[in-house]
């Protein structure tokens, strides 16, 4: 009983003890290239997804062994069986958590940028690629094209797409000359702002939906707070100006972070008036994808290109390379 007793006491005091992210989200990343040298006839270049269950201790290989993702949507939903990759060849879906894969799209499109789960609808699924929009109402079967009355620049690189959690018909766009809108599901789009500006990553505050932030090419970081009618720039104490990922902090308002092209992770707590570079460590490395774990604000994770996945435990002060440290980390998302 007295032994029985100090078993069950060693494993209370060792959950309690447990660092936060042990218990915490899956995370899945996107290998697109590494740095060794291919060797003939070894698998030690494999890419495409991998997927962690245990917090970043261990690392499953999921589905084909080098495809190039440039985006995913986990189905929250539906705890991380249904799956979307936004690919050079299309869109693949997984419908098993990734065990199995199959094409959702045809011949007409490639290069896909994103993919985007409608939050009140998860049957209607949004990709953006290289040239043009599409929209899935059956989860991914069938695709119909959002690009009517495009101009030919207004459809160029279309990199990522944002819906106004309040009304699923709004929709905001972000192409190689700045930000479009719709109000009824893409079927109609008006230019909204940043006429000229390459659009890489686009984020509605969790806490604001009126709070927009958005990292350019070559520009910066441009901040809305009204819905995105007007926007200012809010980068003049970074050091690089190609922003790839933008990120709020959902628990914490005015808190958000930057990454970018040999820009490393930048954190902001008052909505961007004042930049800090993050960890030394990371400083100067091109960062390409930045994600705040839902379900605890103090992790977050940074995929860098060449140097692998980081996790920070303490909102960015300091970060580990937990995967891949010389992999190429394209993309990242995490399902509590």
């Known amino acids: 009983m007295i032994r029985l007793f100090k078993i069950s006491l060693l494993l209370f005091v060792g959950a309690l003890v447990l660092p936060a992210w042990s218990q ?127 101009s030919p620049v207004s ?7 944002a819906i106004k959690p309040s009304d699923s018909q709004t929709l905001y766009l972000g192409t190689a000359d700045g930000l479009l809108i719709s109000r009824d599901g893409g079927e109609n789009w008006s230019r909204l702002a940043l006429a000229g500006r390459q659009i890489h990553d686009l984020e509605i505050a969790p806490y604001d939906e009126n709070l927009m932030i958005c990292g350019t090419d070559v520009a910066g970081v441009y901040l809305s707070r009204d819905g995105g009618k007007s926007w200012r720039q809010i980068n003049m104490q970074l050091k690089g100006r190609t922003i790839y990922s933008v990120e709020f902090d959902h628990n914490n308002p005015g808190t958000f972070y930057c990454g970018g092209y040999l820009n490393g992770v930048n ?51 300091n970060f580990e390379l937990i995967a891949e440290n010389d992999g190429q980390i394209w993309v990242v998302a995490v399902q509590p």
């Not at 160029?156 to 797409?161: E, G, K, R, V």
């Open 267 to 317: 954190r902001t707590r008052d909505y961007g008036i004042t930049w800090e570079p993050l960890d030394n460590e990371i400083t100067d490395k091109t960062i390409r994808d930045i994600k705040v774990d839902p379900q605890n604000s103090t992790i977050v994770y940074a995929g860098s290109l060449n140097f692998g996945l980081y996790r920070s435990n303490d909102a960015g002060d």
């Open 24 to 150: 915490s989200s899956s995370i899945y990343i996107s290998v697109l290239g590494r740095k060794k040298v291919t060797v003939v006839g070894q698998d030690i270049n494999v890419n495409g997804l991998f997927v962690s269950r245990d917090g970043g201790l261990n690392w499953q290989h999921k589905g084909w062994k080098n495809t190039a993702i440039f985006g995913m949507a986990v189905d929250q939903r539906q705890n991380g069986k249904r799956l979307f990759l936004a690919c050079g060849n299309g869109v693949l879906r997984s419908l098993d958590g990734g065990e199995t894969w199959k094409i959702v799209t045809d011949w007409q499109v490639t290069e896909v940028q994103s993919v985007m789960i409608d939050p009140n609808n998860p049957d209607t699924v949004y990709l953006t690629s290289s040239y043009g929009t599409w929209v899935s109402h059956d989860g991914g079967d069938s695709w119909r094209s959002l690009n009517q009355g495009l």
């Open 155 to 161: 459809l160029t690189y279309h990199s990522i797409l």
